[in-house]
C-alpha cells in the first residue's frame, strides 16, 4: 500500500501535531486546506505544516461549491436540526471529505486522516463520507490513537522536534466557523446552567446593542433559490456575505442548544447563523404560500429526516439522493419574494408574493364579495366526519 497519506490540515496546534506524529510513523504526509468561508489559510499556517514534515501542501476554495451544493440543498430542504441548528459545520465536512478524497486520488496515496477526537460528530462524518467516495482508503485518526493527553504535552513534542510554533492564546472554547456559521462549544459553555458569557460570540449583536432602528430586507428566490438581496442580484456566496453582515448588526441569528449527538452524548453547543436564520425563515414563508397543504405537510416532516442524515454524516446515500429528488420537484413553484423585518434580534417576516402563489383574496376575504360558498361547508364537515360518528 502507498505510504502517501492526505491529512484535513487546519493549521492548529492538533493538525500541526498530526503532521509530526504520521511523519514520525513512516508516512508521507500531504497537508490539505479547504477555504469553506473561514477565511484564506494564513501563510504561517501553511508553513507550520511544512515545518513540521509535510511534504506538500493543498489549498482548495471551496466557497461556491459550498454554497451551490451543500448550503443550498440544506436551504431548500428546510434541514434544521433538533429545531435550533443550521447545520453549518455538518455541511462542511462531506465537502472537504469529498475533496480529501480527490487529493488523495491524484497523489496515489493510500490513507487519509483527520484530527477530530473520539467524543464528537466530525470523526463519523469524515470517516462515513470517505468510505461512501472510495472504501479503498484506510482512515487514519491521530488523536484517537496518540499518547498526547494534554495542550502542553502536543506543544512539548513539537518542541522536542525543534518544530518552530507560534500560536496565538487560546481560547477557552472551541470554535467552528464557515460560510454559513459558527460552532462554539467548550469552556463555561458545558455548564448548560451558565448563560453564554459574551465572549463566547464572534459575529451577532446583543439584542441591547443593535441598532435601536432595524432594518428590512427582501429577498427573491428563483425556484427555491436565493438570487436577489433588497432588489439587488447577487451570487449566492455574496448574498449570504452580505446578508450575514446586516442580520449579525441587528442581533439576528444566535441560537443555544443542548445537542444529541451521534456518538450518544449530550453537548451543549452555541451557534451564530445570521445569513442562514433569515434565508431559512423567508424560504419556508414563500412555500407556505406556492405548496399545496398536502405537499407543505409531506415536506415539513421530511426536513426533519433531511436534517439527521446531514447531522449524522450521511450526505452520499441513496436516501439523501431520494429526498434531494423530491427536494427539488417541489422547487419548482418557489419563485417570489419576501420582505422580513430585523430588529433586536427578532426576524419577522412582513410580506411575501409569487407567481405560483396560492392565496386568493377573493376566497380568503371576510369582506363584501368573497367568492367563498358557505352554504358547502354543513356538507363538506358531514362528510369529512362520517367515519368517526359515535366513535368517542
Given at each position: 500500500m502507498s505510504r502517501t497519506i492526505v491529512l484535513a490540515y487546519s493549521g492548529g496546534l492538533d493538525t500541526s501535531v498530526c503532521v509530526r506524529w504520521l511523519a514520525d510513523r513512516g508516512w508521507r504526509v500531504v497537508a490539505f486546506m479547504a477555504n469553506v468561508g473561514q477565511g484564506e489559510p494564513e501563510r504561517d499556517a501553511v508553513r507550520r505544516a511544512k515545518a513540521a514534515?509535510?511534504?506538500?501542501?493543498?489549498?482548495?476554495?471551496?466557497?461556491?461549491?459550498?454554497a451551490r451544493d451543500y448550503i443550498l440543498p440544506s436551504l431548500k430542504a428546510h434541514a434544521v436540526y433538533e429545531g435550533k441548528y443550521l447545520l453549518a459545520?455538518?455541511?462542511?465536512?462531506?465537502?472537504?471529505?469529498?475533496?480529501?478524497?480527490?487529493?488523495?486520488?491524484?497523489?496515489?496515496?493510500?490513507?487519509?486522516?483527520?484530527?477530530?477526537?473520539?467524543?464528537?460528530?466530525?470523526?463519523?462524518?469524515?470517516?462515513?463520507?470517505?468510505r461512501a467516495l472510495d472504501p479503498r482508503l484506510q482512515v487514519v485518526a491521530p488523536v484517537r490513537?496518540?499518547?498526547?493527553?494534554?495542550?502542553?504535552?502536543?506543544?512539548?513534542?513539537?518542541?522536542?522536534?525543534?518544530?518552530?510554533?507560534?500560536?496565538?492564546?487560546r481560547s477557552l472554547y472551541s470554535i467552528d466557523e464557515n460560510l454559513w456559521g459558527l460552532s462554539i462549544e467548550s469552556g463555561s459553555l458545558e455548564d448548560p446552567w451558565t448563560e453564554p458569557p459574551a465572549d463566547s460570540f464572534r459575529w451577532v449583536n446583543t439584542p441591547r446593542e443593535a441598532p435601536a432602528k432595524g432594518a428590512a430586507v427582501t429577498v427573491e428566490f428563483q425556484q427555491g433559490v436565493p438570487v436577489a438581496l433588497n432588489g439587488r442580484r447577487l451570487g449566492l456566496v455574496a448574498l449570504i456575505e452580505r446578508l450575514c453582515g446586516i442580520?449579525?448588526?441587528?442581533?439576528?441569528?444566535?441560537?443555544?442548544?443542548?445537542?444529541?449527538?451521534?456518538?450518544?452524548?449530550?453537548s451543549r453547543e452555541v451557534y451564530e447563523a445570521p445569513?442562514?436564520?433569515?434565508?431559512?425563515?423567508?424560504?419556508?414563508?414563500?412555500?407556505?404560500?406556492?405548496?399545496?397543504?398536502?405537499?407543505?405537510?409531506?415536506?415539513?416532516?421530511?426536513?426533519?429526516?433531511?436534517?439527521?442524515?446531514?447531522?449524522?454524516?450521511?450526505?452520499?446515500?441513496?436516501?439523501?439522493?431520494?429526498?434531494?429528488?423530491?427536494?427539488?420537484?417541489?422547487?419548482?413553484?418557489?419563485?417570489g419574494a419576501v420582505r422580513l423585518k430585523l430588529h433586536k434580534g427578532v426576524c419577522q417576516v412582513v410580506g411575501r408574493r409569487s407567481?405560483?402563489?396560492?392565496?386568493?383574496?377573493?376566497?380568503?376575504?371576510?369582506?363584501?364579495?368573497?367568492?367563498?360558498d358557505q352554504s358547502m361547508a354543513a356538507g363538506?364537515?358531514?362528510l369529512w366526519g362520517l367515519p368517526y360518528e359515535g366513535a368517542a
Open positions: 514534515g509535510a511534504a506538500a501542501v493543498v489549498v482548495r476554495d471551496l466557497r461556491r461549491e459550498f459545520t455538518a455541511l462542511s465536512r462531506p465537502l472537504i471529505a469529498k475533496h480529501l478524497v480527490d487529493v488523495a486520488q491524484q497523489k496515489r496515496a493510500g490513507a487519509v486522516a483527520h484530527g477530530c477526537t473520539g467524543k464528537g460528530n466530525d470523526q463519523v462524518r469524515f470517516e462515513v463520507s470517505v490513537e496518540w499518547e498526547f493527553r494534554s495542550r502542553a504535552e502536543e506543544l512539548a513534542y513539537l518542541k522536542r522536534r525543534r518544530i518552530p510554533i507560534q500560536l496565538k492564546a442580520a449579525a448588526e441587528h442581533g439576528v441569528g444566535r441560537s443555544d442548544l443542548i445537542e444529541s449527538r451521534v456518538v450518544g452524548i449530550k445569513a442562514a436564520t433569515v434565508l431559512t425563515e423567508a424560504h419556508a414563508e414563500l412555500e407556505r404560500l406556492v405548496l399545496d397543504r398536502g405537499l407543505l405537510h409531506v415536506k415539513q416532516a421530511m426536513a426533519l429526516t433531511y436534517a439527521e442524515l446531514v447531522y449524522d454524516g450521511l450526505w452520499f446515500t441513496p436516501l439523501k439522493a431520494a429526498l434531494d429528488a423530491f427536494v427539488n420537484e417541489t422547487q419548482r413553484r418557489v419563485t407567481p405560483h402563489g396560492l392565496y386568493r383574496k377573493r376566497l380568503a376575504t371576510y369582506g363584501k364579495g368573497g367568492a367563498f363538506f364537515i358531514k
